[in-house]
């Protein structure tokens, strides 16, 4: 399932993908951090590297250099917290109270409701059309919300969905989307509708690693653990998201936001620490000159994940013409793995319609770019193997917590729930971190299931029992 590392004597960070062939070692890093082990995916090579010299059958017993390096490695881990990039961080007591100049109420705190956010959602019933959403002969409004997971390159099982959907002619059209991670970046693009499909195809079919990351050699990565804030450089996917998200999306984004329509993406906040959710559509139609700039940033740092790339900036201020501050955001994936509204508005205002008269009903739909289900496989007796399993399992364990609890939100509000999760039985491993041939497998994996019978499962995980609305 995850890489091994052989320490030879001409190339010691060599990876070894099991029946694939050899890969560079750097590209071992990007790939656990893919499969959310980001953390420890310098650990890992140190591990894995001593573990494979006394474990891979036939393999030369290491030299002393090899031993060396390590060693190297080891210093670099234990020193990496003792150099630090100068920053102007917002003071600890005002972490909450930071604004973006130009910008002061795009954002909301999760848990926080009542917020600028939730005022918001309310004045979206006023600004619909009965022609997007109509309502039926008791005059209830039914409200389609999709939210999307983070997954990295599995992604493409998700824009392989969205497309299949479109075919089978049901696809609603959402009054809320969400994302975090790769999710963010699909979101708006699934959010304007079936017209950016082949957009997103384009996206995650025709993708490789070197379109989303740069790496540097083994010695500059050693370095960046030791003053660096990542080891990677994403000015690759800052260019992707440029050529992909410009002022035409945007103006769409805009309009839909206007029709009472509703995009948030969620970032992390590593100086609250606090996952924050962002109103994307009044990004979109504020008319500023900077609209643009500050949605392809979210976009960016939602899809940051921290250790592996670079954290993502944003300039605060606590209050209008004072002094500038900066704040830390990272992958949304750490504060949420998949979220419907991260608590910014109660579902009452969803129900009541903002105080408009009549009612609404949510139907909730969940993509998960993932595999909820793992493959069964024992595990080795070393200290990598029971730490990858275990950061594994929890990441897995982080989602089905977010799954659950949106289920508990559809129950308690009358919602249906539906959602979807790549099949057990799929192979989740390619050549690369973003592998186009792996890829355009999950993305014909997606179509087809989304064109299937039953697409969506509307049991909670572990249930038998279906929810849907009274």
Not at 325 to 341: P, Q, T, W
Request: net charge positive; hydrophobic share 40%.
């Amino acid at each position: 399932m995850y890489s091994w590392i052989e320490a030879s004597r001409r190339r010691p960070w060599v990876v070894l993908m099991p029946r694939r062939g050899p890969l560079d070692g750097r590209a071992y890093l990007a790939a656990h951090a893919g499969n959310r082990l980001h953390p420890y995916a310098v650990a890992g090579i140190v591990l894995r590297t001593m573990e494979s010299c006394s474990h891979i059958p036939c393999a030369p017993r290491p030299r002393r250099w090899a031993w060396g390096v390590l060693l190297l490695a080891t210093c670099c881990l234990l020193l990496a917290g003792c150099g630090n990039l100068p920053r102007n961080a917002t003071p600890a007591q005002a972490a909450l109270d930071g604004r973006i100049p130009g910008f002061p109420e795009v954002r909301g705190w999760a848990l926080q409701a009542g917020s600028t956010l939730e005022q918001d959602l309310v004045l979206s019933f006023s600004q619909e059309s009965p022609l997007d959403f109509p309502p039926d002969a008791s005059g209830t409004v039914r409200y389609a919300h999709l939210a999307l997971s983070g997954g990295g390159a599995n992604g493409a099982f998700g824009a392989g969905f969205l497309s299949g959907w479109t075919a089978t002619g049901t696809r609603p059209l959402f009054k809320i989307v969400t994302g975090v991670s790769t999710g963010a970046l699909m979101a708006p693009f699934a959010f304007i509708g079936p017209p950016y499909d082949q957009a997103l195809r384009d996206f995650y079919t025709t993708t490789r690693s070197q379109d989303i990351f740069l790496l540097g050699s083994t010695f500059g990565l050693l370095l960046q653990l030791m003053s660096g804030e990542a080891l990677a450089d994403t000015r690759p996917l800052q260019a992707m998201i440029a050529r992909h998200v410009d002022e035409a999306l945007l103006q769409r984004v805009a309009d839909a936001h206007r029709r009472g329509r509703r995009l948030y993406i969620g970032t992390a906040n590593l100086d609250a620490p606090r996952f924050v959710v962002w109103n994307m559509g009044l990004i979109a139609s504020s008319d500023h000159p900077d609209a643009l700039a500050l949605f392809r940033k979210v976009m960016l740092a939602s899809a940051s994940i921290p250790v592996a790339f670079p954290p993502v900036f944003f300039e605060v201020e606590l209050q209008p013409g004072g002094p500038r501050y900066d704040e830390m955001h990272v992958d949304g994936g750490i504060g949420a793995r998949v979220f419907l509204h991260g608590g910014v508005f109660r579902g009452s205002v969803i129900r009541e319609r903002g105080g408009l008269g009549g009612q609404g009903r949510e139907d909730i739909f969940v993509i998960h770019n993932g595999q909820l289900v793992p493959q069964p496989e024992p595990v080795p007796r070393s200290l990598a193997q029971i730490a990858s399993r275990t950061i594994d399992a929890s990441g897995r364990a982080a989602v089905l917590g977010d799954l659950l609890r949106i289920h508990a939100y559809a129950e308690r509000v009358g919602a249906s729930f539906h959602w979807a999760t790549i099949p057990p039985d799929v192979n989740m491993v390619g050549e690369e971190v973003f592998d186009p041939v792996h890829m355009r497998q999950l993305y014909e994996v997606g179509l087809r299931m989304a064109g299937s019978a039953e697409p969506w499962v509307t049991r909670p995980p572990g249930s038998n029992r279906p929810t849907q609305p009274p």
